[in-house]
């Protein structure tokens, strides 16, 4: 049994890509650039993903990242707009638009209950989680929020893991992180030398090269464990 949860926001906890979707619909109108479609939007994702994943691997700067992803964006459908204009604007919109994954308020509200320790480990940006964790509420749930800007690392790498660690009184023997990304939550969990929770709602087959010591397909399932 574990004694806090490291729970991931994005994918996790909340769903993402549907405020991504409400989020760049909204800006779109906002900056008058016309419409954005459902296709698009599955193009900017992958995009977005992309650097995403190279952001982890330390190829690329986050400030980097929030351009770039919109450029090839906007460059790919002939969009004429400033990416950083309307990034900036994407990370204030963003923070609006909140999706629970499986009742996943009610979860971490009855966790808190049972005096299980949470908190938020995350790398979005500090504008959009900081306002996500607000209106969601779940800031007043949580122990503790580490949000990447903040706290100075990016998951998976150590340094992260290090620095929530030296700031929660429970050791990585008691803690489990729990979220849907491999290659940043349970990768991390791997270089930090924690226990892992994959969700993985769609049922994907675990794939090798990961030590993930759980699997739920729903958030409900974690409950199980502490």
Request: glycine content about 10%; aromatic content about 12%.
């Amino acid at each position: 049994m574990y004694k806090a949860i490291l729970w991931d926001i994005d994918g996790t906890l909340l769903n993402f890509l549907k405020s991504e979707n409400a989020a760049i619909k909204e800006c779109f109108r906002k900056c008058g650039i016309g419409e954005c479609t459902d296709e698009m939007i599955g193009v900017y994702s992958r995009i977005n993903e992309g650097y995403w994943r190279m952001l982890e691997r330390g190829e690329i700067e986050k400030p980097v990242l929030f351009l770039r992803r919109f450029e090839d964006f906007f460059g790919k459908y002939g969009v004429k707009c400033d990416a950083e204009v309307f990034n900036r604007l994407y990370q204030q919109t963003l923070g609006e638009h909140i999706f629970f994954n499986d009742d996943s308020y009610e979860l971490v509200k009855a966790l808190r209950a049972r005096g299980v320790k949470q908190y938020a480990v995350t790398n979005g940006s500090f504008t959009a989680q900081d306002r996500k964790l607000r209106k969601s509420g779940l800031d007043k749930l949580l122990d503790g929020i580490f949000i990447s800007d903040v706290v100075g690392a990016e998951k998976p790498s150590v340094g992260f893991f290090d620095k929530v660690f030296a700031d929660i009184p429970e050791g990585r023997e008691e803690a489990i992180i729990v979220g849907d990304s491999l290659t940043s939550d349970i990768r991390g969990g791997n270089n930090a030398g924690i226990a892992c929770c994959w969700y993985d709602p769609d049922g994907i087959p675990a794939p090798e090269g990961f030590r993930i010591d759980h699997i739920v397909t729903d958030l409900r399932r974690v409950a199980e464990l502490v």
